[in-house]
């Protein structure tokens, strides 16, 4: 007579269904890894890796400040709320609608330092917050017609965006990255003489993000 020993069994299916799970999840965090490879190698290239002795024109923001959660409205009068803007550079300047001088300056040195990056251009949205009811002059408004301009309530505004101690909001011009983090805030001494020092800043974070962030993603 045949003995069969209970060791002879087949293994118990829950600990091959957990095995396969466990295994599945390692596959999903290895795809994981790759994907996220290029945007973390960028970031250590700006952040921690960048030279010491090439310093940024433009203050670095530490920690960064997530894009918010704001609604606004466009010059027609149609919703739209910040978080929409995420996936370009913003280059962003803050005024009142009546836009005075330093209003239009700022506006000038956005086209400009937009214009002066060729080909990259567009992977760089310029952007005009207006943090009033202040009519836009029909001159001004015209002269926009190529930025994204929303009208935002100032007090949430605040709570993202701010100068430098003693300075206002509207003293500054400021880099917000696409994934929606203010990263940078420009000088208010920032001008069309020391333009091309902002420039560079905008050429060495559009480098170190070149290998993920493309404007057809």
Not at 70 to 86: E, F, M
Not at 119 to 131: A, G, I, M, T
Request: charged residues 25%; aromatic residues 8%; proline residues 5%.
């Amino acid at each position: 007579m045949a003995v069969y020993s209970m060791d002879a069994a087949e293994p118990d299916s829950t600990a091959v269904d957990v095995q396969r799970r466990r295994k599945g999840r390692f596959w999903m965090i290895v795809v994981w890894l790759i994907c996220a490879a290029p945007v973390v190698a960028s970031y250590l290239t700006f952040y921690v890796l960048r030279p010491t002795s090439r310093h940024s024109y433009g203050e670095l923001i530490e920690p960064q400040r997530e894009l918010p959660d704001l609604a606004g409205k466009d010059l027609l009068g149609n919703s739209q709320n910040l978080q929409s803007l995420k996936g370009r550079w913003l280059l962003i300047s803050v005024a009142s609608g009546a836009c005075d001088t330093a209003c239009q300056d700022h506006l000038f040195l956005q086209r400009q330092l937009r214009e002066s990056l060729g080909k990259e251009k567009d992977r760089v949205k310029w952007v005009w917050l207006v943090d009033d009811e202040a009519q836009v002059p029909a001159e001004i408004n015209q002269a926009v017609s190529r930025a994204t301009v929303i009208r935002v309530p100032a007090a949430g505004l605040q709570k993202w965006l701010f100068g430098r101690p003693g300075r206002e909001l509207r003293d500054h011009l400021y880099l917000v990255d696409p994934l929606g983090h203010w990263m940078m805030r420009f000088p208010p001494e920032l001008n069309i003489r020391s333009a091309a020092k902002a420039k560079s800043d905008l050429d060495r974070v559009l480098r170190a993000s070149e290998s993920w962030d493309h404007v057809d993603r």
